[in-house]
């Protein structure tokens, strides 16, 4: 028996029909009006029962989540947050508690396990939430929190931010995430818009959806902030932000100044916060115009809160204690403790602080982060402050016998843990420090102590530092990455893009990665490579509705066994490649698929050669045409030299602008000439700022503007001389624009584009047919079924395209008058070949000039190199700079 709840006071989650017909939800297919999320959540409610009972929800970012989160709150049936995507965490927390319902998502609909019709369970009145705390994901130890403390946070949250209906927020955080679901809570309660979406910051389809749904705010953790930089979020254009969250761990003073900075430029505000899971979400905010002067503070407390200091027996600092209605009820490790009312009515929050400048509170330390070595009490953030101030990137944990510190990089370690024992009054054999690729990081991007101290035990068995990486599957993924991409300076926040991958070596990683994680996601190019992480095992609970599957599931198991699928632009090249050898040789004859080719090349443009900023974009983009033209005319020199069929404008590729008009021999080599002048002139046309401002406000229509230009060549509005082939800048454009192409209005509108553009271009009708076929498959199915015994020569294939295109033309003649079949084999082989030698050479050529480019950094700053890279900003430290940095340090503290 439990009593009923008086959920009146969750009034975001029972008053949503309050608002009307305005948009509560949009997640980029559709949009939710306050009165159908509403009638959703009635509906749902009515499902869940009127018997209050113990409801497991693995919350995401989707409409079905969403929608049982707000039923169960509204009816008054506890909720028991479980981690998106089930796994380990989420089932121990299930067996942990036993929960009368276990709802999740599932193809885009909610599933709800109900497991008995009346609870076991002793359920407090007061109970509406049970939350993991930010370092005990997982754990069976959950954070109990009241309606009444659910409601209060949202309310002050929209009023110190100054919510109002008119502000639409990205979930940049998953609803199982305390800070993520405040964001969800304070927005409703306004009237406010969500804006549903579980894309990175780094994939340019998140400013895609941020542009076209005017999104005015999001939240973000300190990792977010690495992610931020890396997309160039200084040269996007959003001209709807209001403002930025951050809060989740601390951001260092510096990156709060230039967030804050650049915020007084662009029109936004950077709100810097605080806040526990104790706390429901928040207990304090840095009001924005303080941030740039004050970086360092979290501010004041939140609208109906306050802080007081309590002196720590043994320590010069005090503890931040927060009083105010959103304060937890207590903890609950068992079954038994759903009984239990409030226990707690203060926070004592372990952090230690100090009441600053303009009575703003600052966070000095971790009350909980003292060990104690030798009789000594060494106070882990200070370990980490003066490894920072050394320039290292780090993280410390401890025991009672020593320090343990992961830091990011490599360097002389012997030499910064003698002067950090120093600067701790240690024993030199008490402080430990480990060489790492990236710091070892929970799901929501803080440190994993755990990990760093385990780096001891591994240290001890032998294993190095390199055992310390989060997980096996990211090891695979960046050895792919090194070995694809031919480079070391690999990070865990580096996405393939970033690392200067692009259609040519796209297609290798792709294939590779899927046998190494089961399933790639849409989009992983853009992903940083701590989120490509193996296909979820499905979990233990499943439905009768899943069960119902199963025959089918069968069918479809033993068709996955003779096929899987590839993606489209992959099957394309491999395709079109043989179409053209083919019918060069006249093996058979299919014309077209060059042109296929070309929207492909625009396609894999988009994708890749787009993120940013303007300066790394235009060093990929030439480094891209440089992978096309030197291989390419290599060939067509050699070609010159031995036959009389090419002249120095092949060689220069500039034959369809200054060679013989009309098709001759010479024209062969067109496809490979006409992308060239296309890449180089987008690289400088791009790297003009107000086209890049353009660009990045424009996304899908800059692309189509480009084609509406070309085709009035095409359809002879204007006469411009182009020789050769003709204009197919609007093919590569067309191309473009289908990659950008998100919503379903958008593919649409490239369909009807390319019926009314592609048929009248050219005259052959079956060649017409032929692109538009290939284009509209590009634009429409993102993968395609391939047998899997044809995998490995598709991929091959699709790779080398581009060599087998150039050398083919010397290598068939050799065999046709013997064989035709002969000769299209042969010609397709010397092309593997032939890309298998030239990448392999470039990619030492690239190193060299990577080690040379570092070697002139080191000279001339005067330090050793370190294994970091210089293009990924890893600091180098020698002995001298380590020594220079901490006597200045010492220096500036006595001063």
């Known amino acids: 028996m439990t009593t009923q709840p008086d959920v009146a006071r969750i009034s975001f989650a029972t008053n949503l029909a309050s608002f009307g017909d305005r948009t509560a939800i949009s997640t980029g297919d559709c949009t939710i009006s306050y009165r159908d ?105 959950l954070v109990r929190l009241s309606g009444a403390s659910i409601q209060a946070n949202a309310a002050a949250i929209a009023q110190y931010l100054h919510l109002r209906p008119s502000d639409t927020a990205a979930t940049t955080l998953p609803l199982s995430y305390c800070y993520g679901m405040s964001v969800v809570n304070s927005h409703l309660l306004v009237g406010a818009s969500l804006a549903l979406t579980d894309l990175s ?63 007084r430029e662009r029109g936004w505000d950077l709100f810097v916060m605080y806040g526990q899971t104790e706390a429901t979400a928040r207990m304090a905010y840095l009001p924005p115009d303080l941030a740039a002067e004050h970086p360092q503070a979290i501010g004041v407390a939140i609208p109906g809160g306050e802080f007081r200091l309590e002196p720590v027996p043994g320590l010069d600092d005090h503890e931040l204690v927060y009083t105010g209605p959103n304060v937890m009820l207590g903890y609950a490790e068992k079954p038994e403790d759903l009984a239990l009312g409030r226990e707690v009515t203060e926070l004592h929050t372990g952090d230690l602080a100090r009441l600053g400048p303009d009575e703003l509170y600052e966070i000095v330390g971790r009350r909980s982060r003292f060990v104690k070595i030798v009789g000594l009490r060494v106070d882990l953030g200070r370990v980490e402050r003066l490894l920072a101030d050394l320039g290292l990137t780090a993280a410390a944990a401890g025991s009672d016998d020593a320090v343990v510190a992961a830091v990011e ?128 095992e499905p979990t233990a609970h499943r439905t009768r509705e899943d069960a119902g599957a199963m025959g089918k599931g069968f069918l479809r198991t033993w068709r996955g066994k003779l096929s899987a699928r590839m993606e489209t632009g992959i099957v394309l090249r491999a395709v079109a490649i043989i179409f053209i050898v083919a019918t060069h040789i006249k093996f058979f004859s299919w014309e077209g698929t060059a042109h296929v080719l070309m929207a492909v090349a625009g396609y894999n443009f988009a994708r890749f050669q787009l993120t940013g900023s303007r300066r790394e974009r235009l060093r990929r983009q030439l480094r891209a045409v440089a992978r096309i033209v030197i291989p390419s005319v290599v060939v067509i020199g050699a070609a010159f030299a031995v036959t009389d069929d ?207 480019q570092k070697r002139r950094h080191v000279n001339s700053s005067g330090s050793q190199p370190d294994g970091g890279s210089v293009l990924g900003g890893g600091s180098v430290l020698d002995r001298f700079s380590v020594l220079d940095t901490r006597m200045a340090h010492r220096s500036r503290s006595r001063g």
């Not at 189509?704 to 609007?730: S, T």
Request: charged share 15%.
């Open 409 to 536: 990089g490599h360097h002389d370690l012997a030499l910064v843990a003698k002067s950090l024992a120093q600067d701790l009054g240690l024993p030199r054999a008490a402080v430990q420090l480990h060489s790492v690729p990236d710091i070892p990081r929970l799901g929501n991007g803080k440190p994993d102590y755990p990990a760093i101290l385990a780096l001891s035990a591994q240290s001890e068995r032998g294993h190095g530092a390199q055992s310390s990486e989060p997980a096996p599957e990211t090891e695979t993924v960046r050895e792919i990455f090194a070995d694809v991409l031919e480079r070391q300076d690999i990070a865990e926040t580096d996405s393939f893009v970033s690392l200067g991958g692009d259609s040519l070596s796209y297609v290798a990683a792709s294939v590779r990665l899927e046998r190494a994680l089961g399933r790639i996601p849409q989009g992983w190019h853009l992903m940083p490579i701590c989120e490509l992480v193996p296909a979820s």
């Open 646 to 852: 090419y002249g120095w404008h092949n060689v220069l590729l500039l034959n369809s602008l200054v060679g013989p008009q009309g098709w001759t021999d010479m024209s062969r080599f067109w496809f490979v000439e006409v992308l060239v002048h296309i890449l180089v002139g987008l690289a400088v046309l791009l790297a003009i700022p107000a086209v890049d401002r353009a660009l990045r406000r424009w996304p899908w229509a800059f692309p189509l503007a480009l084609a509406g230009v070309d085709l009035l060549q095409r359809f002879d509005v204007i006469e411009l001389p182009y020789p050769g082939q003709g204009p197919v800048l609007w093919l590569f454009a067309f191309g473009w624009a289908a990659a950008v192409s998100r919503k379903r209005w958008q593919r649409a509108a490239m369909t009807a584009f390319a019926l009314l553009t592609i048929p009248g271009s050219f005259s052959n009708e079956y060649r017409s047919a032929t692109i538009l076929a290939g284009f509209l498959i590009l634009l429409w199915i993102p993968t395609l079924p391939v047998p899997r015994g044809l995998h490995r020569i598709t991929a091959l294939l699709a790779s080398s395209s581009l060599y087998i295109y150039v050398t083919h033309w010397l290598v068939y003649p050799l065999f046709e008058q013997a064989n035709q079949g002969l000769a299209l084999a042969a010609s397709l082989l010397v092309g593997v070949a032939y890309w298998a030698t030239a990448t392999r050479a470039m990619g030492s050529v690239e190193r060299w000039l990577r080690h040379r």
């Open 201 to 263: 910051v780094v994939d340019p389809c998140f400013w895609d959806l941020v542009r076209s749904q005017r999104v005015t705010s999001f939240a973000a953790v300190p990792y977010t902030f690495e992610l931020l930089d890396r997309a160039g979020f200084e040269h996007i254009d959003v001209p709807s932000l209001r403002y930025i969250t951050q809060a989740g761990g601390r951001l260092t003073p510096e990156r709060v100044r230039s967030y804050a900075e650049l915020g």
């Open 37 to 141: 999320l509403a009638a959703r959540v009635e509906d749902m409610a009515r499902r869940l029962g009127p018997a209050r009972r113990l409801i497991a929800l693995e919350a995401d970012n989707t409409l079905p989540s969403l929608t049982v989160y707000l039923a169960a709150l509204a009816s008054g049936h506890p909720l028991l947050i479980l981690p998106a995507g089930g796994g380990k965490a989420a089932e121990t927390l299930i067996a942990a508690y036993d929960p009368d319902i276990i709802a999740r998502t599932s193809n885009s609909e909610p599933i709800v396990e109900v497991r008995r019709h009346e609870t076991t369970h002793q359920l407090h009145p007061d109970l509406a939430l049970l939350v993991s705390t930010s370092g005990s994901t997982g754990s069976p130890k």
